[in-house]
């Protein structure tokens, strides 16, 4: 069994460590969080930390169950906090502890434990939470692998694979840990992914917000993961639905979008007007967190390319700290506006554009921007795979994957 390094991960905890604030690591199921703990934990013992002044609970683990209530988790922790040296409490998978944020905000006080929690809901860090602690907790969102962090994580014999057979694996299979880590590639990884589903669906979405009509709850799931980079709306997911003799209404659509962007399932990407800089509300954008998990639940086709490409690239914007939107000038449409530190830059991305009209129609809104924030054209073009045009940057989208 293979532990994956998280180098950017495992730096964000160390630069963090000591300090008088609470380290949140929030992210789907499974996509490395209690790994990303074990290793951190491993690195604290090895730079002279005490197992002793090491305190881990996982809300999952049936020994510390009576712990979901908040007043024994902190009668639990003080008994075992150590008053002359720094402690280190882990309380992972914290959501299923009733009122946690009470107990957190309690053992919050005592200036010599440090505290990390994790979480596979981003309801965990909404409401009580976020008011109780408002200022006192940073959050580190936490993704599956990168496609570098799959490659260099790949066993021997697929690491003698072309850079585009590994492409080919990443897109396929997904970027789950484990499926690198037991190599589930072919039925395995099916397997693994239809549970991984399954878990999610049931433990973060149905069982809090109390859904009894699981068949449309699936429906709409997939309605979503087949559409992708496109726009979509709440009244069109209903009519949709309707014409296939299901009945529904918006308030119940809107409910299920919002318990699947939640569990980080999906992630919901807003419209940008760049010339009123001001935020749209409607017909946004929704991308998954895994192509290997849409690939398993729903039938792909070669002509879908496009919007997986476009997918991962979401997702290396996130894990490079950037807020993401869908830009909107007059009636052109950019595929990203990455806004970090203040900054911008704008994304176009298409499979291939060697074909001279695919070219103009995927330059011609970069074209219409008038600021001089970088902009680039990503594609998947291994013939002029780079150039450049009039500033716009071309770039083959898997260099650009992994930061050449």
């Known amino acids: 069994m293979k532990i994956i390094n998280r180098p950017e991960y495992l730096n964000w905890l160390i630069r963090w460590r000591d300090q008088q604030i609470i380290k949140v690591v ?39 169950e009576q712990l979901a209530d908040y007043h024994l988790l902190n009668e639990y922790v003080n008994k075992r ?24 905000d ?23 939470l976020a008011t109780l602690l408002s200022g006192r907790y940073v959050e580190l969102k936490m993704l599956p692998l990168s496609f570098s962090e799959f490659t260099n994580g790949l066993d021997s014999t697929r690491a003698l694979l ?15 840990p484990y499926v690198l880590r037991y190599n589930l590639f072919g039925d395995d990884d099916s397997n693994y992914l239809n549970d991984l589903y399954n878990t999610i669906i049931l433990k973060d979405v149905v069982q809090r917000l109390k859904i009894q009509d699981l068949n449309t709850l699936d429906q709409v799931t997939k309605f979503m993961l087949h559409n992708v980079g496109n726009r979509v709306t709440s009244s069109k997911i209903v009519n949709t639905l309707k014409s296939s003799g299901k009945s529904t209404d918006q308030k119940t659509i809107d409910k299920y979008l919002n318990g ?36 398993n639940l729903i039938q792909t086709t070669q002509a879908d390319l496009g919007h997986q490409l476009e997918n991962l690239v979401f997702l290396e914007l996130m894990r490079r700290g950037s807020k993401t939107y869908i830009g909107q000038l007059d009636n052109n449409e950019i595929d990203f506006v990455a806004e970090k530190n203040g900054n911008l830059a704008y994304y176009q991305v298409a499979t291939s554009t060697l074909d001279e009209t695919t070219l103009n129609r995927e ?5 219409k ?13 291994e ?3 780079n150039a450049n045009y009039s500033g716009i940057i071309k770039m083959n989208a898997i260099d650009w994957l992994l930061n050449k």
């Open 26 to 64: 929030s992210g789907v199921r499974r996509c490395g969080k209690s790994t990303l703990f074990e290793i951190y934990r491993d690195y604290l013992l090895h730079s002279g930390v005490q197992q002793n002044q090491i305190i881990t609970i996982n809300f999952e683990d049936l020994r510390f």
């Open 81 to 104: 906090l150590l008053p002359d040296k720094m402690n280190y409490l882990f309380l992972d998978e914290v959501q299923h502890c009733h009122n946690f944020e009470k107990a957190v």
């Open 260 to 295: 699947l962007t939640d569990a980080m399932l999906l992630y919901k990407v807003s419209r940008f007007n760049l010339k009123g800089r001001q935020y749209l509300t409607t017909q946004n954008k929704y991308y998954t967190v895994d192509t290997g998990l849409r690939n």
């Open 162 to 176: 072309s850079i585009t057979e590994k492409f080919n694996l990443y897109l396929e299979y997904g970027s789950f």
């Open 106 to 128: 309690s053992l919050f006080i005592n200036k010599n434990c440090d505290l990390y929690l994790t979480g596979s809901n981003a309801y965990f860090m909404f409401g009580d």
């Open 369 to 381: 921007i008038t600021d001089n924030y970088p902009k680039y054209l990503l594609s998947l073009d």
């Open 383 to 385: 013939i002029q795979p």
């Open 363 to 367: 330059l011609s809104p970069l074209i």
